[in-house]
Antibody, heavy 120, light 109 residues
């Protein structure tokens, strides 16, 4: 199982960026995916989740309305479109494979992380 | 909605037992999972509540729960166990979301 992330970088406040996560080693269209972020020196924070078909998404309160999560099952890739970025969005963003078993969801594979820095 | 609280730090001598706690109202009625994160690395699932032990995770690591507390127990602590540990659950409320605890830094003395 591999999750390879790209995108990110240094973005000005109010700007936009897209993170890509290309996966291999598992049947992508059978698994929901999440994004999790970690601000410098801080803990893990769940950002968003997308269902297997892409028709269902959930976003954390701080990013709802600004971030959009999508997927392309023909390309085995999940995306995080980040708009109207704020300084507090500065973090390492992880692409994560969800595992739904027995009425719970956990994260059993993680990408390498993509840094996003929002600064003028 | 759930809020998970972990102690910021814990120190344990090699060979002793470390107990990392995660507190939250009624979390004993749901499933709580645990991750280990070493510096510069992505988190690693170490305990999946209700599922088989993840591949490569030693039996020294185990988890338990009471009504308001989940605990990760690490027996016979080794230097390689030094890391940050996070608890996590999934909130199936009207707006589903993942929830993490704030993390506990385990220092092996």
């Amino acid at each position: 199982v591999q999750l390879v992330q790209s995108g990110g970088g240094l973005i000005q406040p109010g700007g936009s960026v897209r993170l890509d996560c290309s996966v291999s080693g598992f049947t992508f269209h059978k698994f929901a995916m999440s994004w999790v972020r970690q601000a410098p020196g801080k803990g893990l924070v769940w950002v968003s989740s997308i269902g297997v078909s892409g028709g269902t998404t959930f976003h954390a309160d701080p990013v709802r309305g600004r971030f959009m999560t999508s997927r392309d099952n023909s390309k085995d890739t999940v995306y995080l479109q980040m708009n109207d970025l704020r300084v507090e969005d500065t973090a390492l963003y992880y692409c994560v494979k969800e595992q739904y078993v027995g009425g719970t969801t956990y994260f059993d594979a993680w990408g390498q992380g993509t840094p996003v820095t929002v600064s003028s | 909605s759930y809020v998970l609280t972990q102690p910021p730090s814990l120190s344990v001598a090699p060979g002793q037992t470390a107990r990392v706690t995660c507190e939250g109202k009624d979390i004993g009625y749901t499933k709580v999972h645990w991750y280990q994160q070493k510096p510069g690395q992505a988190p690693l699932l170490v305990v999946s509540d209700g599922s088989d032990r993840p591949s490569g995770i030693p039996e020294r690591l185990s988890a338990s729960k009471s009504v308001n507390t989940a605990t990760l127990t690490i027996n016979r602590v080794e230097a390689g166990d030094e890391a940050d540990y996070y608890c996590q659950l999934w909130d199936f409320g009207s707006e589903q979301r993942g929830v993490f605890g704030g993390g506990t830094k385990l220092t092996v003395l």
